[in-house]
């Protein structure tokens, strides 16, 4: 039985059962659709406190509307970025950059990494990608009647990509599915096994690239400079990290949602699979109505936001399938328009954190669209 705390400085009244997350002695979310859930806090108010809104079973104060939203995530002063969410799985306290740096230090890393993921660099793995994703298709289609499609290709694809973008080929690719998988969604001691293993694999690609550069992302990394001098061990640790497990889960599972959302809705599915062109346009929505990322900030002193009394080191969060299911971005927010045009949706997060995996993540999924609808 787990005893769940609400803060004394939350008015009783701000307190709702609501939760992201299934946790012990808290109710699942109805009929386990999210963004069912989710859309109808927009009848609700602006800010409540969630007492068990994280995966580890931590409160957060949670904005429900999107420009509260953005106006938050744009004060990186009074929110901040800092959580050692993947080095406190270690015991350890380095953040995972440019992620949990707050600016100025995150501007800085940040412009260092922008063109290792620029349009121009994507579009230059774009026939690796689409081979990649050939590969597992062709591989479920010759051998199967069924599959599941998180299992036996989003994840693997996803975790193929970054493999990729690390400069690996697919060799031991069921090896990095396990540490992914184990990483992201195993109990508390397979999560640290698996942190302490893909650390030591980055640990092992920087030693070989110092000694063998080549042209790849782990070659620039251990070559880069900022303010004049060379990264430091942790800084190489928090960039590697990141790159590798950033475009997993969030990649499976927007194949994911899109190819569910498709098998339940054949029409939709036969209108792309006749008009490919109109894949693009799909798959924004679908990231809208489908979005799966909660950005938490901490913070940094005490404030009244929106009436809330929030205290330095309170968790806030801003889900992004929250935002946007909101009626006063999204005409109709609830009905999925594959056509749906100036799409401003905040699937890669709003302000200076914005997904810098955007493109890749765009590419990987229409591919993936593109490829499943035209084999199978
Ligand atoms: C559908 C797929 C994806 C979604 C929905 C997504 C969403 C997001 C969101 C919401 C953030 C902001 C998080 C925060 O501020 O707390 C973010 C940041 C980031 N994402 Fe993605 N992401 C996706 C794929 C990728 C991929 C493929 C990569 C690269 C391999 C990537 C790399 C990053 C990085 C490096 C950051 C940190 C940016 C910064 O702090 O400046 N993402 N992503």
């Not at 008015?11 to 609501?18: G, I, L, R």
């Not at 979310?29 to 069912?36: R, S, T």
């Not at 302490?196 to 030693?207: H, N, P, S």
């Not at 790159?243 to 599972?253: E, I, K, P, Q, S």
């Amino acid at each position: 039985m787990v005893t769940i705390r609400v803060p004394e400085h939350v008015p009783p009244e701000m307190v709702k059962d609501f939760s992201l997350f299934t946790s012990p002695g808290m109710e699942r979310m109805p009929n386990g659709d999210p963004h069912a859930a989710v859309a109808c806090l927009h009848n609700g108010p602006r800010i409540f406190y969630s007492p068990c809104n994280t995966r580890d079973g931590r409160g957060t104060w949670v904005i429900t509307r999107a420009q509260d939203q953005r106006e938050l995530l744009q004060d990186t002063l009074t929110f901040s970025s800092h959580r050692s969410l993947f080095a406190s799985a270690l015991g350890e306290n380095w953040p995972l950059i440019p992620l949990e740096l707050d600016p100025p230090a995150h501007s800085v890393f940040r412009s260092l990494l922008n063109p290792l993921l620029s349009p121009k660099r994507i579009t230059e793995l774009e026939p690796a990608v689409r081979d990649r994703a050939i590969a597992l298709i062709s591989k479920i289609s010759a051998s199967s009647t069924s599959c599941d499609v998180l299992t036996d290709f989003a994840f693997p694809f996803a975790v193929s990509i970054s493999l990729r973008l690390l400069g690996l080929s697919d060799e031991r690719l069921d090896t990095f599915v396990g540490w992914g998988r184990d990483l992201l969604h195993g109990d508390g001691i397979k999560q640290t096994a698996a942190a302490r293993t893909i650390l030591a694999f980055i640990d092992e690609l920087a030693a070989m690239r110092r000694k063998e550069p080549t042209d790849d992302f782990m070659t620039f990394v251990v070559q880069a400079k900022v303010d004049g001098r060379a990264l430091r061990d942790e800084e190489i640790h928090g960039i590697g990290v990141l790159l590798f497990v950033a475009g997993l889960d969030t990649v499976a599972t927007a194949i994911g949602f899109d190819l569910a959302y498709l098998a339940r809705n054949p029409k939709e599915q036969e209108l792309l699979r006749s008009k490919p062109d109109r894949i693009v346009l799909a798959a924004e929505e679908l990231l809208r109505a489908y979005s799966t990322v909660q950005m938490i900030r901490v913070a940094t002193k005490d404030i009244n936001f929106e009436g809330a009394p929030i205290r330095k080191g309170d968790f806030v969060s801003c889900a992004t399938m929250i935002a946007n299911r909101d009626p006063a971005e999204f005409e109709h927010p609830n009905t999925i328009d594959l056509a749906r045009e100036d799409n401003r949706h905040t699937a890669f997060a709003y302000g200076p954190h914005r997904c810098l995996g955007s493109h890749l993540a765009r590419q990987e999924i229409v591919i993936a669209l593109e490829e499943w609808l035209s084999r199978i």
